[in-house]
């Protein structure tokens, strides 16, 4: 009997040693491509004063109010942010159809994100903590006839990137706002339509 109990510690030790190594970052074999489409941005509803059956009966706000009414699709708007990364990130925000009440505004991209690196000042990875309405500030573009179109690269826009270090970009939401307006009031915002 306490040969058995014997392998149980044995085990139960060598098993919590085992999952130290799992906390090691192993990143994703292929993560280089992300491409959003965009959507109107709206506002939280706050104080409900219907329902959306659809979403099971969730409480609703009528009618739906855009962050930036000054800046909204037209009828026929569409847009998208690519992103594709190799030892930098490509960035590029296109936009069309958009009315023109937003002729010749700035649009600037936002981020939601967090980086995991090995490039740390301690000895090993570390993560970021997270970054909330991250105001690129060098990725924008004046809207002209209903287009805006941005592209170059995250270290052109912001140096963040060392070349030949391991960095996971964990991405959540990605947004235009108009430069005149705060980043946490976008004009666009990732999205899906459906139909």
């Known amino acids: 009997m306490r040969r058995i109990r014997l392998v149980w510690v044995v085990l139960l030790v060598s098993g919590l040693g085992a999952s130290g190594s799992l906390a090691e970052r192993n990143p994703a074999k292929k993560a280089n491509k992300h491409q959003a489409s965009l959507v109107q941005a ?8 219907t ?24 009828v026929k708007g569409s847009g998208r942010i690519k992103a594709k990364s190799k030892t930098d990130v490509a960035l590029q925000v296109k936009v069309k159809g958009i009315d023109s009440s937003c002729e010749g505004e700035t649009l600037c991209l936002m981020a939601d994100f967090t980086m ?8 090993g990875d570390c993560t970021s903590a997270d ?45 235009l706002y108009r430069a005149a307006l705060s980043a946490s009031q976008p004009a666009f915002r990732t999205g899906l339509l459906v139909r």
Not at 42 to 49: F, G, K, L, P, S
Not at 53 to 72: E, T, Y
């Open 42 to 49: 709206v506002e939280a509803c706050t104080v409900a004063n």
């Open 51 to 74: 329902v959306e059956p659809s979403l099971l009966g969730s409480a609703a706000c009528d009618p739906v109010v855009p962050s930036d009414p000054s800046c909204v699709f037209g």
């Open 116 to 123: 995991s690196s090995d490039n740390c000042a301690s000895s």
């Open 131 to 175: 970054q909330d309405d991250f105001d690129t500030e060098n990725v924008c573009c004046t809207v002209v006839n209903g287009k805006c179109q941005a592209k170059t690269t995250l270290n052109t826009a912001i140096h963040v990137l060392n070349p030949g270090n391991r960095t996971e970009i964990a991405l959540g939401e990605m947004a």
